[in-house]
């Protein structure tokens, strides 16, 4: 099946530095990737959609100052925590469709982003 | 509203015992349906989609549309099974998935 990295795979970081993390299909493009946030032992909550080439669409809630997208190829998106916050502390992942006949999303492995 | 509603946060069962998790569904059109199952330090992966039908570890689920429901079943618990699973709904002209609150099920031996 399809594959998708995610760089790095835990981040611990101070207050108010900003963090990126990297989200890459290995072996598909993808126009559209996704990106969730996961709390310990809790549900995905999707923040926003990646969208190749144009501006992220940021789903009710989520700061797009705070949390910035940019997909500027078919196989890799990046996701920027700015001025990060203990409360940014968590775990996010990324997704994206292979655009396959049933629109199965392939999953990262998530980052754990731990902000003193 | 576009909703997925899974009312069990944990569950759990004796290994050989029968499961169901439960899945409904609100949607005004005609969604595509998924279970996807987490297991422990594992990424998220998909488990069966109710358009294929099929059976996969021994888990099937059965999309009911008068009851918008898509309940996940297996006749006998595993072990292995333990992890957290997550009804999904991926409505029609979008990739973007809704995802269930997710059910933990813990296979006791």
């Known amino acids: 099946g399809a594959v998708v990295s995610q760089h790095p795979s835990r981040v611990i970081c101070k207050s108010g530095t900003s963090v990126k993390i990297e989200c890459r299909s290995l072996d598909f493009q993808a126009t559209t990737m996704f990106w969730y946030r996961q709390f310990p032992k809790q549900s995905l909550m999707l923040m926003a959609t990646s969208n190749e080439g144009s501006k992220a669409t940021y789903e009710q809630g989520v700061e797009k100052d705070k949390f910035l997208i940019n997909h500027a190829s078919l196989t890799l998106s990046t996701l920027t925590v700015t001025s990060a916050h203990p409360e940014d502390s968590s775990f996010y992942i990324c997704s994206a469709n292979s655009g396959g006949n049933y629109n199965e999303q392939f999953f990262g492995p998530g980052t754990r982003l731990t902000v003193l | 509203a576009q909703r997925v509603t899974q009312p069990e946060k944990l569950l759990s069962v004796f290994k050989g015992a029968p499961v169901e998790l439960k899945c409904n569904y609100s949607?005004?059109?005609?969604?595509?349906l998924f279970w996807y199952v987490q297991y422990s330090r594992q990424r998220l992966q998909l488990l069966l989609r109710h358009i294929s039908r099929e059976s996969i570890k021994g888990f099937t689920a059965d999309l009911n549309k008068g009851e918008t429901s898509f309940h996940l079943k297996k006749p006998f618990a595993q072990e292995e099974d333990s992890a957290m699973y997550y009804c999904a709904l991926l409505g029609s002209g979008t990739y973007k998935y809704i995802f269930g609150t997710g059910t933990r099920l813990k296979v006791l031996a």
């Open positions: 949607y005004s059109g005609s969604p595509e």
